[in-house]
DNA sequence: CTGAAAGCGCTTACAG
DNA sequence: CTGAAAGCGCTTACAG
């Protein structure tokens, strides 16, 4: 025997056979105590440890998942993966990680990627224009869930953020304080998720009988940032801004600064997902938290009960979003001859 | 043919024996052109498949490396990743991310993990206590690269930004705008790339005849603000601050803005570590950068050519950290009755 | 340049 | 309850 002891070595080390060594390493109990015992013995004392790869070849499962994620820097994906990563982890499973960085070709080809790797299912947040082609490209026979970016007409189990309903309630909130023009700064209503936040906020709007203002940003910092200072500019600026996710905010937050308008003052600034940064700037910038912990076990219940094929009950999770009330929203007060909006 | 399709349904389809598909698969040139045609031209029809698993358990190579890292929504991390993951994937390796959130305990058995997942090498950032028992962990067959924790006696490749010299530049910086009394706040001197700012920090105080104050203020973001909001409050405190990472800076502005220390004019910030965030905060904080690309590239070229068997140069990188210069530090003026320290 | 055969290290029916 | 044998889908010497 050169080199790491095989499940072989373990029977000859044992005296027993190489189908008793796999049954008690798999942890099959009708094996004698004491065949078990000399067993594990023998693993201990030759230091094996198993070959994962030959038994998975045989058995057809990888005990790997696989997470195709936009961009890990997204600090709504970072604790998207860090949660996902400790409940597999916990279950047994290892997982692999893709980006796509927004790009479909890149997801399309990620995705290959991942399937090629034979894990035994996978956890997908779609990038922009990628939901079109997911049903074709994962096929039927690949446990698989969608998360955050669920688009209208999905086919597999999913869990997101209530979007429309989030998005309500904080242009909701904003009426309440007394604003009748409000700006929602929405990256693309390509992506489901943010079209839904949309639809919620000018639900809200309309019935509140306030004015809403409907800014497709882009999907990142700079170009939201450029695109936020143009509407600072206007003559008719609205006095609160609701931003459709975290990158979005950055920009809001770079493009206030720069063009020297005060908040809350002058603006309201109400952001959607929460993180550690909000708290800190100032003034502290009140945010929609989507609850990370409960779509990540939910998204991996539903994919670990795929994979065993268990019953699945609920296969739509929608969450709901929190309002967190800071410093960066307040009650809309007229400032010189600068009207409310109609 | 039930199933998916095999290289040996594709030999038949073909015409060709079982080894040459294999060989056309394999980028293996010796195989006339009209079979590969034939092999190529088959596989498409099938729509085959190559099942990865099969050759790893022949080949020994299973194109994936492990990742063991703290945290991933520590930033810095976070942005590591995303980079390791693109050249990652270019190279046609797939990463297997593994989390050990700063404890021992699971950093050894997610470790075990790793390996047992029979990776072709792994990227290893330590955790607090975890650089001693490595060696012995990782053992000398596994291709390995430790990066950002590297430990003085450590065996391994390693690449790191150079954080003496980079705390050092940061120091003398501080001393250059008139501070004399500066207060270093660092996790733990048990890392040792901490364990390295605060020698460079306090090499430079001491060419610089300043009064280096050293803070040890845990690995938490809490922790940190708590623990800077008691320095805050004592008698002589510092004119200036230097903090040792992303975290302990995040803790170091809840503390600014709790003890309502204005910031720079009665104490000046310098953060290690940059990131989006500090530029929109106000005032804009200085920073030092480590180069997280070009610490990615080398841990990379580092990793692969282990694997690959081939030489390698300069197999501890130290790369150097960039100064930042925002608004958060200012010249040292004195104010009221409080004297500079000594 | 091509093919037949052995084998990677397990798991899984199947006898006993 | 235990063991001998076949086989998972490839790759790799080895003949030809």
């Known amino acids: 025997m050169r080199g790491k002891p095989t499940m072989n070595d373990v029977a000859i080390e044992a005296v027993v056979s190489l189908g008793t060594v796999s049954k008690v390493l798999r942890g099959d109990m009708t094996v004698a105590a004491e065949l078990r015992e000399r067993v594990l013995g023998a693993c201990r004392s030759l230091n094996y440890q198993r070959n994962w790869i030959a038994a998975s070849l045989r058995n057809r499962q990888t005990h790997t998942i696989g997470i195709v994620i936009p961009d890990i820097l997204n600090t709504f994906y970072a604790a998207l993966v860090e949660k996902l990563e400790n409940l597999a982890s916990a279950g047994g499973y290892t997982i692999v990680i893709v980006t796509t960085g927004e790009e479909p070709q890149r997801a399309l080809q990620r995705i290959n990627v991942v399937k090629e790797r034979q894990v035994d299912g996978v956890i997908i947040i779609p990038s922009v224009g990628g939901s079109e082609t997911l ?26 953020t209530d979007n429309f309903d989030a998005a309500y309630q904080g242009a909701k909130y ?64 609205p006095t609160a ?62 994919l670990s009960h795929q994979i065993g094929r268990r019953q699945i009950s609920n296969p739509d999770v929608r969450a709901a979003g929190q309002l967190i009330i800071r410093e960066s929203t307040a009650q809309y007060v007229q400032i010189g001859k600068r009207a409310v909006a109609r």
């Not at 490209?137 to 999913?158: K, L, T, W, Y």
């Not at 936040?197 to 709007?205: K, L, Q, S, T, V």
Request: net charge neutral; glycine share 6%; proline share 5%.
């Open 174 to 237: 904003l009426l309440s304080l007394g604003h009748r023009h409000v700006a929602i700064a929405a990256n693309t209503p390509r992506l489901w998720n943010t079209y839904q936040r949309i639809a919620g906020f000018e639900r809200a709007m309309i019935e509140g009988k306030g004015r809403a203002d409907v800014r497709i940003v882009g999907m990142t910092v700079e170009e939201a940032r450029i695109s936020l200072e143009a509407l600072f500019r206007e003559r008719e600026r």
């Open 135 to 160: 049903a074709s490209s994962i096929g039927s026979d690949m446990p698989c869930v969608i998360v955050d970016r669920v688009a209208a007409e999905n086919p597999f189990p999913s869990v997101a």
């Open 241 to 302: 801004l609701f931003t459709s996710n975290n990158l979005v905010t950055l920009g809001a937050i770079g493009a206030l600064r720069n063009c020297g308008v005060n908040m809350p003052r002058e603006m309201s600034l109400l952001a959607f997902d929460d993180f550690e940064w909000l708290r800190l700037l100032r003034p502290a910038i009140s945010a929609i938290n989507q609850p990370v912990d409960q779509i990540a076990v939910e998204a991996w219940r539903l």
